[in-house]
């Protein structure tokens, strides 16, 4: 089973390469120049040319690189798995869907299904995590595919921006207009709601706004004993670290990863953005 992701999901390159992932890149522009995300860019040079003045614009996953993909996919015999960046936030996954079905009307035997994962950064990334413990565990494709559709209604993202305004002007934000301005040190708390990035709180100071992040924890999560929950964050590894310590001291969960942002999504959510991922409750 060949298993694909892109690079909305933020993992790094070291994953993709240690854990035989596919990467499909979303792309970057910036002073006239066009790159590949994880591949061609790194997150921190982006961040440098935003807090130097620049804004990057993004784009999807390039129609060609899905037909090459789809293709080969298709003329290996194997059955294939994408687990994609949320609808709402871009075209990638409609852009692949039609590529895979224009790909299957010359090659009928193509064997793949695309997931909407309806999120973003390490809430997409540790569905991709999950999937590759399960294929490495023995489960079929399918099980797997079952299995990371209950998950993604599990996921739970809440994450804090130093500035709105990147959101904004991007088109990635919804039900902002309450949450943009403001007095000075204001952060607003933000998660994910089918699929799209909603603020539903603010607060004076980065601190209040950890401590909230944590009885967010204990309120929307599952037992922790067994989870491993993310952190991302846009260039701001010390910010990411003293929350890592709250949520030690607080939660207890089995393991805390700490992850840069990457370019895409560092590209809308901008410098010092920190984000926070972990499993809900089975609805069930």
């Given at each position: 089973?060949?298993?694909?992701t892109?690079?909305?999901?933020?993992?790094?390159?070291?994953?993709?390469?240690?854990?035989?992932?596919?990467?499909?890149?979303?792309?970057?522009?910036?002073?006239?120049?066009?790159?590949?995300?994880?591949?061609?860019?790194?997150?921190?040079?982006?961040?440098?040319?935003?807090?130097?003045?620049?804004?990057p614009?993004?784009?999807q996953?390039?129609?060609e690189l899905?037909?090459?993909?789809?293709e080969e996919?298709?003329?290996?015999?194997?059955?294939?798995?994408?687990?994609?960046?949320?609808?709402?936030?871009?075209?990638t996954?409609s852009?692949s869907?039609?590529?895979?079905?224009?790909?299957?009307?010359?090659?009928?035997?193509?064997?793949?299904?695309v997931?909407?994962?309806?999120?973003?950064?390490?809430?997409?990334?540790?569905?991709?995590?999950a999937?590759?413990?399960?294929?490495?565990?023995?489960?079929?494709?399918?099980?797997i595919?079952?299995?990371?559709?209950?998950?993604?209604?599990?996921?739970?993202?809440?994450?804090?921006?130093?500035?709105l305004?990147y959101?904004?002007?991007?088109?990635?934000?919804?039900?902002?207009?309450?949450?943009?301005?403001?007095?000075?040190?204001?952060?607003p708390l933000l998660?994910?709601e089918?699929g799209?990035?909603?603020p539903?709180?603010?607060?004076?100071?980065?601190?209040?706004?950890?401590?909230?992040?944590?009885?967010?924890?204990?309120?929307?999560?599952?037992?922790f004993?067994?989870?491993h929950?993310?952190?991302?964050h846009?260039?701001?590894?010390?910010?990411?670290?003293?929350?890592?310590r709250?949520?030690?001291?607080t939660?207890?969960?089995?393991?805390v990863?700490?992850?840069?942002i990457?370019s895409?999504?560092?590209?809308?959510?901008?410098?010092?953005?920190?984000?926070?991922?972990?499993?809900?409750?089975?609805?069930?």
């Amino acid at each position: 089973m060949k298993l694909f992701t892109d690079s909305g999901s933020d993992l790094p390159m070291s994953f993709f390469e240690g854990h035989d992932v596919t990467l499909l890149p979303l792309r970057v522009e910036i002073g006239g120049d066009t790159y590949d995300d994880i591949s061609e860019i790194d997150s921190s040079t982006i961040f440098r040319r935003i807090r130097n003045g620049e804004r990057p614009k993004t784009s999807q996953v390039s129609p060609e690189l899905f037909t090459k993909k789809w293709e080969e996919l298709a003329k290996s015999g194997e059955d294939g798995l994408y687990i994609a960046f949320s609808s709402e936030l871009s075209g990638t996954y409609s852009t692949s869907v039609v590529i895979r079905d224009q790909v299957l009307e010359d090659h009928p035997g193509l064997d793949l299904v695309v997931i909407d994962t309806k999120g973003a950064s390490l809430g997409q990334g540790l569905l991709v995590q999950a999937a590759v413990q399960m294929r490495n565990a023995g489960k079929s494709r399918d099980e797997i595919a079952e299995a990371i559709r209950i998950l993604a209604d599990r996921v739970v993202h809440l994450f804090t921006v130093e500035d709105l305004d990147y959101l904004a002007k991007g088109g990635r934000l919804s039900k902002a207009s309450a949450f943009i301005g403001g007095l000075l040190n204001i952060k607003p708390l933000l998660h994910v709601e089918d699929g799209k990035l909603v603020p539903i709180e603010k607060y004076r100071g980065r601190k209040k706004v950890f401590q909230r992040m944590i009885s967010l924890m204990e309120e929307r999560g599952d037992s922790f004993s067994g989870q491993h929950v993310a952190i991302s964050h846009g260039d701001d590894e010390e910010a990411a670290l003293v929350l890592k310590r709250m949520i030690e001291e607080t939660i207890g969960p089995e393991s805390v990863g700490i992850y840069q942002i990457g370019s895409a999504i560092g590209a809308h959510a901008g410098p010092g953005t920190i984000a926070l991922f972990f499993f809900g409750p089975d609805p069930e």
